[in-house]
């Protein structure tokens, strides 16, 4: 165990520290707070021990002792799993972290951005480093994706991305998890990555290295730029049931007919909410 760093911020979870920002958000995202008998607990964070440079720079930031334990075992999905442990159990910081957002016990669905004012960069690269992906498709298109089930921080992501990019996303829950995963690709990828993934920013290398390689992506010259997605309105789905024929609607609307038909698909199958008379 090593003791806080002498250059370490003063007040433990500043959150308009960009230090604290992104270790809250990869906490939120990745961590687990466990309640003990009586006032015991403990806050943890196990991630593969290629990473564990990251949880030591959580212990250089925690004025509280803390400690950094790596061990290998058996998964469902290695024979040989190499991961690092950062635990803290100081009922002073679990508090501290537990009133910002972070609660006991199972917490995927409840976990949202902090009601305090903090460094929304950092934070959002906290719980991609956590939660996310970023790197190259198989096709070779530079791609930044978060998977969350919560949706106040989906929503978030939505919304701090647009401003970013331009690019707008509605979080909606896969069928299959009930999880929400957003995703951006080409420039929009980059232009995100560049904006979270700064010079000189506390992330994890591996994430850091590839936000910077795939800056070098650019467009092929016929790959076409595909238009803004048009929202449909109530008034929209209104006249579409109105007219019930995907091709007049197509010229009603100003839409393609292949739009008409699959969103006049979902109003008649109950998966897209009737419009209120």
Request: hydrophobic residues 35%; glycine residues 6%.
């Amino acid at each position: 165990m090593a003791g806080q760093d002498p250059s370490a911020p003063v007040r433990f979870m500043d959150l308009e520290d960009p230090r604290y920002a992104y270790m809250f958000g990869f906490l939120q995202a990745d961590g687990h707070l466990a309640r003990g008998a009586g006032q015991k607990g403990r806050l943890t964070a196990e991630i593969n021990a290629r990473d564990i440079h990251i949880l030591h720079e959580f212990q250089r930031l925690t004025p509280y002792y803390s400690s950094v334990r790596e061990r290998v075992r058996t998964t469902n999905f290695a024979e040989r799993h190499h991961s690092a442990t950062w635990s803290l159990s100081s009922l002073e910081a679990r508090t501290i972290v537990n009133e910002l957002g972070i609660p006991y016990g199972k917490k995927s669905r409840t976990i949202r951005p902090p009601r305090v004012e903090f460094s929304r960069p950092d934070y959002l690269r906290g719980c991609i480093d956590a939660d996310g992906s970023l790197g190259w498709t198989a096709e070779g298109i530079p791609f930044l994706s978060f998977t969350s089930a919560s949706t106040a921080i989906a929503a978030y992501l939505c919304h701090f991305a647009k401003k970013i990019t331009g690019a707008q996303r509605i979080a909606r829950r896969n069928t299959r998890d009930q999880i929400y995963v957003i995703t951006y690709f080409k420039e929009q990828a980059q232009q995100l990555a560049e904006h979270l993934y700064y010079p000189g920013c506390l992330a994890l290398e591996h994430k850091k290295a590839n936000a910077a390689a795939i800056q070098s992506w650019v467009r092929p010259a016929g790959m076409r730029i595909a238009p803004p997605r048009r929202r449909w309105t109530e008034a929209d789905d209104g006249e579409l049931l109105r007219l019930n024929d995907p091709a007049r609607a197509a010229i009603a609307l100003g839409r393609t007919e292949q739009s008409c038909y699959m969103r006049l698909w979902r109003l008649r199958t109950g998966q897209t909410q009737t419009p209120v008379e």
